[in-house]
Every structure is written in structure tokens, then in C-alpha cells.
């Protein structure tokens, strides 16, 4: 496995489902899942996806600046960095951010996100 | 133990460690323990702790922000994901950055950096 590969895979569909599809992030995670936004902390597919799908707007679109990842320790585990900016429809100023991903094999040959944080960063 | 004291601990010792004395940061790297920093990465104690101390910069402050933290799932590992900004000395404006550590206990009680990656927030 090259976790360069992993990541890289990983970053375009995460964010190319949460533009386009947000409801079916929730397949992304699992019930030992984390998720903390700005903040917040909530675990399991059902609390995230509730999460994911209620942030105060819809249209959104994500660009990516940067992408680092590390092979995490545990067994096929892969960290991915992630640093873009966000652009909210009907706001002139894109949004600046840094999220990160742990992600976990799964049984059926792809993975899926233990920890996810996420913050914006404000200038 | 409470991941947050953990992180929150981690985090004061290692920026003002950076900021007084960082060749001593060499002491929370193992021989795994991998650092991507702004893109480039290195592995082990000693490649680590030259590129800390090769920084081309000698006086700077770290001023946190925010700081998160989960469990990472390897047993009593931390994920700590942390925000703020960096004051070189001589430049007028503080650099914003974002970084994560993946901590991982010793069996002396403590604790050692497994995963490291530090990327600038360019505005």
C-alpha cells in the first residue's frame, strides 16, 4: 500500500461527496468514529452524519492546498493533513482550513475515518 | 488518563521547549517517529532533531490558539491536532500555522511523538 496513494484518493472523494452529496459521508465512518468540528466532538456514523448534513449551509465547495500523510502505526493506519480553503455560495471570501484524517483499513479492502478534526483557520 | 490533559500538557511543554531549547526537542522523537515539515519529511531521532535545529530562524515564539485531541485508537495513543501562530524575531507579522502530533505512551509513563506534520496557513 502506498499511503501517498491512499490519501491522495481519499482527500478527492472525501471532499468531492461532502460538495456534492454531503448525506452519504456518513458511509465514511464508522461507531468508533470521531469527529471534531471547530470544537465540537461527536462519535458514531449516526451522530457525524447528522453533524455533517445540519452545518448551517448548503452549497459548498472545497479546494485543496495541501495534502501530507504518514503511515499511522496502526496496522495499515494512514494520517492525512489537509490545508484548502472553502468557499460558502453567496459569500465573497473563501474560508481557510486545516483538517486531519486517521484512517483505518477495513475488511473489505478500503478504509474508513477513525478521527477527523477539523478546524477553520481564522486570518 | 484524560487525553485532553495529555494534550494540553504536551503542548505547553513542546512549544516552549521549541522556543527555549530546541535541541531538546530530539528527546520526544523515537527512532519511527516521522516529521513532515512544510512537505518535506524525515524519520528518526537524530534526522529529526537536525531539522528542528537547522530551522533558518533562531528566536521565535509559538502562541496557541486551539488545540483538539482523541484517542487515536493504537491503545493510549493521542491525536492532538493544534492551531496558533509564530512570532519570528525581526518580522513584524506572526506566521499562522496548524499541526498535528500522534502520541504514542513509553513504558516509562510518558509519552513520545510517533507522527509530526507542521504546515504554515498562508493568507
Redesign the interface.
Known sequence: MDPDAVARAFVEHYYCTFDTNRAALGGLYQD?S?L?FE?A?TQGTAAISEKLTGLPFQQCQHNI??I?C?????AG?V?V?V?GSLQLSGEQHAL?F?Q?F?L?PTAQGSFYV??D?F?L???
Open positions: 468508533n470521531m471534531s470544537g466532538k492546498s495541501t501530507d504518514q503511515p499511522s502505526g496502526l493506519g494520517l493533513f490545508s481557510k486545516s486531519m486517521h483505518i477513525l478521527n478534526i478546524r483557520n481564522y486570518a
